[in-house]
T-cell receptor, first 113, second 118 residues
Framework: DAMVIQNPRYQVTQFGKPVTLSCSQT?????MYWYQQKSSQAPKLLFH???????NEADTPDNFQSRRPNTSFCFLDIRSPGLGDAAMYLC????????????FGPGTRLTVL | AQKVTQAQTEISVVEKEDVTLDCVYE???????LFWYKQPPSGELVFLIR??????QNEISGRYSWNFQKSTSSFNFTITASQVVDSAVYFC???????????????FGGGTRVLVKP
């Protein structure tokens, strides 16, 4: 049973063309996270939501935005993708406690042409 | 500042060999959590284990075992009798409370790629 679902699994976009990645969860977790992972690197946190409270990492470019319309869904919007934004984008969820484990989705691999 | 170091970037073994992945961490927090995740070629990060800083008991789960030593700030992971399906990138991570709001922030090591050959 899928718990954290990401759509699409593969996304191809053109340089500068806005793209939206989707994440949904069946765990009813309060916290949702978006990570960027480039080839042969560790995941890098972009931002996270506690319920609807948005928390941006200091070094996340303004080009990246997020929306969380409800508990189950969270979106990552890349307003003007550049070649450097090609990466795997991972969504994760956790409970609200600082001890809670993060559970990851399968990721969306973004290609920018 | 928190830091996780996985000194081995890649390990190649033959099936049925044991393989140990090293993880060394740095933190000033007295309470913290350590994790191991597996990332197979499909890309999903699969949770393997969580250990809190007050529990230094070693743990075994099937062919997997973990050795937590606070004195050396290490949390090593051993796969016994490796199988081809164990081929993946393994990440060690350290959790710190979020500065604001709830949830936690993971500091990842650079990952160790394990290749198990038949």
């Amino acid at each position: 049973d899928a718990m954290v679902i990401q759509n699409p699994r593969y996304q191809v976009t053109q340089f500068g063309k806005p793209v939206t990645l989707s994440c949904s969860q069946t765990l009813n977790h309060n916290v949702m996270y978006w990570y960027q992972q480039k080839s042969s690197q560790a995941p890098k946190l972009l931002f996270h939501y506690y319920d609807k409270d948005f928390n941006n990492e200091a070094d996340t470019p303004d080009n990246f935005q997020s929306r969380r319309p409800n508990t189950s869904f969270c979106f990552l919007d890349i307003r003007s993708p550049g070649l450097g934004d090609a990466a795997m984008y991972l969504c994760a969820t956790s409970g609200w406690g600082v001890t809670d484990t993060q559970y990851f989705g399968p990721g969306t691999r973004l290609t920018v042409l | 500042a928190q830091k996780v170091t996985q000194a081995q970037t890649e390990i190649s073994v033959v099936e049925k060999e044991d393989v140990t992945l090293d993880c060394v961490y740095e933190t000033r927090d007295t309470t913290y959590y350590l994790f191991w995740y597996k990332q197979p070629p499909s890309g999903e990060l699969v949770f393997l284990i969580r250990r809190n800083s007050f529990d230094e008991q070693n743990e075994i789960s099937g062919r997997y075992s973990w050795n937590f030593q606070k004195s050396t700030s290490s949390f090593n992971f051993t796969i016994t009798a490796s199988q081809v399906v164990d081929s993946a990138v393994y990440f060690c991570a350290l959790s710190a409370p979020a500065i604001k709001a709830a949830g936690n922030k993971l500091t990842f090591g650079g990952g160790t790629r394990v290749l198990v050959k038949p």
